[in-house]
């Protein structure tokens, strides 16, 4: 059973948002987590980047969320 050309972009930006989301979460959560004060210094230097991958994940999800809702009406 072949899928639709439109059902494998949906399902690429379903993985992309988890991905970026679950990569922004983790960068953001390391500081807390690590017990190395060298990998401690360094996450906390890159919070910004977590931001942005948390951001656009997120985006990602809530553009796949419209798609299937307004494929549901």
Known sequence: ???SPQSKQDSELLLKGTVCA????IILLAPY??????????????YLVGWFALVLGCA??????LIRW???R
């Open 22 to 25: 679950l990569i922004g979460a």
């Open 1 to 3: 059973m072949a899928s």
């Open 33 to 46: 987590v690590a017990r190395s004060p060298d990998v401690r210094e360094l996450m906390a230097q890159v």
């Open 70 to 72: 307004r494929g549901r």
């Open 60 to 65: 990602f999800l809530l553009r796949y969320g």
